[in-house]
């Protein structure tokens, strides 16, 4: 016999939680793997989620409207479908806004602090937000992440794994990373890595209106573009009469040939590519002390919602498709953006944003 804990699975880089909407399944009921179970919403998709095994549906942890953490346990199925004890919990207890001091640093430390990129883990083992948050600020990469010792279920690597093990690393000349010391000239203690609250002034006739998720993830963004993407603004004026020009002349024709509409956004999103090509640079991130030079071509398109809301769906590898192929492709995920049918691999992994914001009459927005 076997209790299996169904967790709730990651969704995209950057979903960290998601709402049960509905179970499509009760306690009790015989389920086949890979069978979908409930149903969820996540920020940016709603998606059906799978059984990860055969057997009974035993109990369910997260009821209609909970909001789950993802790796966070959901239900709990027993594979021979006989009840029996309920499995060990898990010890870890995921904490996704947690303020984490960082330590003090002497100068014989040379481990860098916030700056620390860690890649997918080579073994497969789950880490938590906050784990992998105290670990980018210790300096720790995936490689001696991997090595801490995890006492959590399944060999997790927990909280109180990570804090221990941080309180006993040794650095590259092999002395113990020191405590925490007085302010001297010679050392310095980085604030939490948190970010100040501003205090917004409200008034008695401020009418106050609590945002949805969608909002929520669209002021989140915004926040994150700002902080890890360096920002310039320039104007340039183009002459589109060519290409108003042929667009109008083909896009009956194409149209008729490919049961699709060409709009300017393909076309634009066609010279993006070239100039991306041309000028690999400005495909980049910025985290801490580093620049991420992506590699791939992964265009976001912003697609408005008729919630009022935006969403900006991901044409991976944009490079590899002709003006054609890029027609359909933003036909299709805009389609399927506003009936709610993306799948979250489709909203994830961006490298460059376009938007349309001229059809208003705006020259930048």
Do not use: C
Request: charged residues 25%; hydrophobic residues 40%; glycine residues 8%.
């Amino acid at each position: 016999m076997a209790s299996i804990e169904l967790i709730m699975p990651k969704m995209g880089e950057s979903i960290m939680e998601a709402t049960v909407l509905s179970w499509l399944k009760k306690e009790g009921d015989t389920i086949e793997q890979d069978e979908s179970v409930l149903e969820v919403a996540t920020d940016k998709v709603d998606t059906e989620v799978p059984s990860t095994h055969a057997g009974v549906l035993t109990e369910i942890l997260a009821k209609d409207g909970d909001v789950v953490p993802v790796g966070a346990p959901i239900a709990i199925i027993t594979t021979d479908g006989n009840a029996i004890s309920a499995p060990q919990k898990q010890t870890e207890q995921v904490l996704v806004e947690e303020t984490v001091p960082v330590m003090a640093e002497s100068d014989t430390q040379a481990a860098p602090v916030a700056s620390t990129i860690l890649t997918k883990p080579v073994s497969g083992r789950f880490y938590s937000p906050l784990v992998m948050n105290i670990a980018r600020e210790e300096g720790i990469d995936m490689t001696e992440l991997e090595r801490v010792p995890g006492t959590g279920k399944e060999g997790r690597v927990t909280k109180k794994d990570i804090l221990g093990y941080v309180g006993t690393r040794t650095n590259g000349n092999g002395m113990h990373a020191a405590p925490p010391i007085a302010p001297a000239p010679t050392t310095s203690a980085p604030a939490p890595v948190t970010q100040p609250k501003v205090q917004v002034s409200v008034s008695a006739n401020d009418e106050i209106i609590e945002m949805d998720r969608m909002r929520k993830m669209i002021a989140g963004r915004m926040v994150d573009s700002k902080r890890i993407s360096p920002h310039v603004t320039s104007f340039v004026e183009a002459d589109m009469t060519a290409i108003v020009n042929w667009r109008n002349k083909i896009k009956k024709e194409f149209e008729a040939r490919e049961g699709e509409k060409m709009t300017f956004t393909p076309i634009i999103m066609e010279a993006v590519v070239k100039a991306i090509k041309d000028f690999p640079m400005v495909n980049v991130s910025v985290d801490g002390d580093n620049i991420i030079k992506h590699r791939d071509i992964n265009i976001g398109m912003a697609v408005a919602l008729p919630s009022g809301n935006l969403i900006v769906p991901v044409i991976h590898n944009a490079d590899q498709y002709n003006l054609t192929g890029l027609a359909k492709k933003v036909n299709d995920l805009a389609r399927r953006a506003r009936e709610n049918k993306l799948t979250p691999d489709e909203l994830s992994g961006g490298t460059y944003s376009i938007s349309n914001v001229g059809s208003f009459g705006n020259v930048m927005g």
